[in-house]
């Protein structure tokens, strides 16, 4: 078998057979699927007690019945009651809260006040502030002595939502939705800066590993530095598509299982499993009619699912894999340069500084590229290629121009033979250096070594 | 002929000189010591015949011609400092660094049994070398280090770790070996080994060589007029104008005496001399151990570079 086969075998096999591999693979979409599945639960468990709520008018009876009972609230209206008979012992009498509406209401609009033991959900207090915000408006237009105001109210009830849509060159359009664009901007981002990292400091500690244990000098007489060296990057990115690759099958088979079990059944789940395997941050809009269906919630999952349809799919996951490849291979042989320098892990910190800043640069730019994909300083980070695998990654979902792709990934391309070539130099010499401490210097004198 | 050579080696670091002009020869199917104290150079005069390191000036030669960087497959080099995973099993790394040496599959099974077996390891083949003590790892090596049966062969410190025996038995195999047709070069500081192994050394004291030979020649050399005479009962020559005696152990039964003859003192005189004393069961030449020969030699040049 090739030599460099038999390096990459070993380096793939040891760390895919590691306890810690196997504990982080089998975890990690644990996590994920915490993230998906916690905005469903949190959705689909809010307080679905019932609920008793005792409303309290002074001096008027204006909002009598004003505020509709729903499925799990109902509004008593107490006639002579004063709040201060009732509010401390409203608990008692089996109220969940009092409301209380003083008769400043229509001009002033805090004059309302709602007393509870706990605190009350947000869906309850929508309820009950746009159910008095309609009965005040009409109350105010009343005031006008407009004929037919009823029916005039009923034609204006309207709704707005914005759909945005983004038209290209030719004049082709394109549904999108910015927030399935902005989960899969910040996921893409930080997934692409975690696996960087993670990856290529592996890289770094398994050349430290080789060189203290002195295993370099007795494998060098049978391969060349360069093939170890590019044996272990190869390597260790094969663990990283596996590890990746489980990652995505296991998280998607653990939210189908978590949903089936926990979530009612119903006619949207159908809808909703196909956006929210794509991108399951959309959940916590998706999520939020489980339990009543309204013609306009269903609208909306429409459209939440057309934009995410309407991803440029294909390009999203082969850029992905692409900038993990390439931007990978980049930090890792500048990862395994770093560790063929130094004698231990904790001499690494003085050169590690300049690698890692660009990552971190990278990761604050792509979490601002969500906010403002188009700005000059998203643009010039997703074409340097130090940083372009995060930053372009976060903005290809919210469409890049083919060209400005193009240029990214070409210069990336030439980058990585730079990096490679200069890690091989570099390890080359340092891997089998021992005892002094490496400076900035030495590691110039040994790029420019000859041969 | 020499199957190694190395000719004016010098290598130089930034503060220090770890060797100075360093030349030697090493024969074919001979076992050949690198000896000196610590920091001497032995180490580096290694790295530079395994290609880790390169002399400044200098050159070394393989059957007569320059060496090349690809002669490195035909070397088995056991460094001091253990060269293993040490997360991975005995037999998985043992196997893929035999492949790695360009073995196949099945052969290199069939001799990792046999040197697993004749070691008595084979009960170590999936234990993790962390879990093995340091003369055990040592075994492992040294296996990895023959198993592809190199011409030459380059053992940094073997014996380091070992219990007797397991030296003996290490000691054992590397004669063996020999007998096989391997080149081999050891440095060590255990002198006893030395002359037991050894057929050439070349000592090196602070970058220098200061001895160099076959060890019997050098042993003679230094050899100083003694002689070793066992007697049967208790006896103690009384020493005369041709010799002195040195010391005398009656011990269960015989006497062990050790004379020195004096400058002009004739052996036949000396011969005379013990037969008269008593009944001789044996009469020897004293040679000096390698060990004695080891410090007498470092430390005189110590002072003499003292006083310089």
């Not at chain 1, 042989?333 to 990552?359: K, R």
């Not at chain 2, 004016?8 to 002009?21: C, E, G, M, P």
């Not at chain 2, 150079?41 to 530079?48: A, E």
């Not at chain 2, 253990?82 to 998985?92: A, D, I, Q, S």
């Amino acid at each position: 078998m090739n030599k460099t086969l038999l390096i990459i075998r070993r380096e793939y096999v040891t760390r895919v057979r590691k306890k810690s591999f196997i504990i982080m693979t089998l975890l990690t979409p644990f996590l994920f699927a915490l993230i998906f599945i916690i905005p469903m639960l949190v959705m689909s468990n809010e307080d679905k007690n019932f609920k008793k709520i005792a409303v309290i008018e002074e001096g008027s009876d204006l909002f009598t019945n004003v505020i509709p009972d729903t499925k799990d609230t109902d509004f008593e209206y107490l006639q002579g009651v004063r709040l201060n008979d009732i509010k401390n012992n409203f608990s008692e009498m089996g109220y969940y809260g009092v409301l209380y509406i003083s008769p400043q209401i229509v001009t002033t609009p805090d004059a309302i006040q709602l007393i509870s033991r706990k605190q009350p959900p947000i869906g309850l207090l929508d309820h009950i502030s746009g159910s008095l915000e309609k009965e005040i408006e009409k109350q105010k237009l009343l005031a006008y002595n407009i004929e037919n105001l009823d029916e005039i109210l009923r034609t204006i009830n309207s709704s707005v939502r914005i759909q945005t849509i983004k038209m290209d060159e030719s004049g082709s359009t394109r549904e999108t939705s910015t927030g399935i664009s902005m989960a899969l901007a910040y996921l893409g981002g930080f997934l692409m800066y975690m696996l960087v990292f993670m990856f290529g400091s592996m890289v770094m500690r398994g050349v430290i590993e080789e060189k203290t244990n002195r295993i370099v000098e007795v494998i060098i007489s049978s391969v060349k530095p360069v093939q170890l060296m590019l044996g272990k990057i190869i390597g260790v990115a094969l663990v990283g598509l596996t590890q990746f690759a489980l990652w995505i099958v296991l998280t998607l088979a653990l939210v189908m299982v978590i949903k089936s079990s926990f979530l009612p059944e119903g006619t949207l789940e159908q809808m909703q499993q196909l956006p929210q395997s794509f991108a399951g941050a959309d959940q916590a809009m998706a999520g939020a009619g489980t339990s009543t269906i309204s013609a306009e919630q269903l609208t909306e999952f429409q459209e939440l699912f057309a934009g995410a349809l309407n991803q440029p799919w294909g390009l999203i996951i082969f850029s992905f894999i692409f900038y993990f490849l390439t931007g990978y291979l980049l930090y890792a042989s500048l990862f395994a340069a770093i560790g063929s320098a130094v004698d231990n892990e904790t001499e690494t910190q003085q050169f590690m500084l300049p690698v890692t800043i660009p990552i971190i640069l990278g990761l604050i730019v792509a979490m601002g590229t969500m906010q403002n994909p188009e700005s000059s300083l998203s643009f010039w980070f997703s074409i340097i290629p130090l940083t372009s695998p995060i930053v372009m990654v976060a903005r290809i979902p919210f469409d890049v121009p083919a060209w400005e792709i193009a240029l990214s990934m070409g210069l990336m391309l030439i980058t990585i033979f730079g990096a490679v070539w200069m890690a091989a130099k570099i390890y080359r010499t340092g891997i089998l250096m021992y005892g002094k401490k490496t400076s900035y210097k030495e590691l110039w004198k040994w790029l420019t070594y000859k041969g | 002929m020499a199957l190694f050579e190395a000719q004016n080696v010098t290598k130089r670091f930034a503060t220090q000189t770890a060797l100075d002009s360093v030349s030697i020869s090493v024969p074919e199917q001979s076992i050949y010591g690198l000896l000196g104290p610590n920091g001497a150079g032995k180490t580096t005069l290694i790295r530079i015949i395994n290609q880790i390191t390169a002399p400044d000036s200098g050159a070394i030669f393989l059957n007569g011609r320059p060496m090349r960087p690809d002669d490195v497959h035909n070397i088995g080099y056991l460094p001091e400092e253990r060269g293993l995973y040490k997360k991975m099993k005995v037999g998985e790394q043992a196997l893929y660094l035999a492949q790695l040496k360009g073995l196949s599959h099945a052969e290199a099974m069939r001799r990792l049994k046999y040197w697993f077996k004749k070691l008595e390891i084979t009960g170590w083949w999936d234990k993790k070398i962390q879990e093995l003590s340091k003369g055990m790892q040592q075994k492992v090596q040294f296996i990895t280090t023959v198993l592809h049966e190199p011409k030459l062969l380059i053992f940094d410190e073997p014996f380091t770790g070992f219990d007797p025996i397991n030296v003996k038995q290490i000691k054992e195999e590397i004669l063996f070996l020999r007998e096989r047709g391997a080149t081999i070069i050891f440095s060590t500081h255990n002198m006893g080994s030395v002359e037991e192994l050894c057929d050439h050394i070349t000592l090196i004291n602070k970058a220098n060589t200061i001895l160099e030979g076959s060890v019997e020649k050098i042993r003679r050399d230094w050899a100083e007029n003694e002689f070793k005479i066992i007697f049967d009962g208790e006896v103690t020559p009384a020493g005369n104008g041709h010799f002195s005696v040195l010391n005398s152990v009656f011990e269960a039964g015989k006497s062990a005496v050790r004379i020195k003859a004096t400058e002009s003192g004739d052996t036949n005189e000396i011969i005379k001399a013990m037969t008269a004393a008593g009944k001789v069961v044996s009469f020897n030449p004293a040679l000096p151990s390698m060990n004695e020969i080891f410090i007498r030699v470092v430390e005189t040049r110590n002072r003499e570079a003292a006083k310089n």
